[in-house]
């Protein structure tokens, strides 16, 4: 026997409105890197973030324990952003908490990609690990300054950032939900 579950049109616009607040993060964190401007960087970060948690609030998952696993992730994640910014200043710190929020976020676009099958959403998934580990590596090596490193960064983050905005514009051009059963 089918289930509705209750879940109104209005989470679901905010839920999509997590998703461009996100975009607008990640759109201020890109230029921010190119640029070099710390204070778009950590505004870009706060923003990102802050998307990421509305959506993670307002994911509608068949299993209840996906939901927990991404929210248990991206709250966990900007605690350590908070940490980063308020009490200790060490990029391992940054580190952890980016790759937290990212795997939260992965788990928001891989459900995107399994149920309405957007690529971009199987890429952005598994892209974000990889990243976490890149970012690690050139942290460990020290070579974050180097010029090389710098270079292929703007690119993957430039390329990540268009891949989220075919995303975001896919999402928003789908239908809001009318009802839910399962």
Known sequence: MEKEVYYPKFYDIIYRSGYITGFVGIVLFVFSYVFLNIYGFYAGIIIFYAGTLISSLFVLVWKKE????????VILGIFFGLAYLFIYRNTEILIISMGLVLAGLA???????HCFHFAEGWILMWSFPVLVFANLLIYGF????????????????????LLAFSFLIKKLRQPLMQFCQG
């Open 66 to 73: 996906i939901k927990i696993f991404i929210l248990s992730c």
């Open 107 to 113: 788990g928001l676009y891989g459900k995107e990609a």
């Open 142 to 161: 020290n070579a974050e300054n180097a010029y090389a490193v710098r270079t292929v960064f703007c690119i993957i983050y430039f390329i990540i950032m």
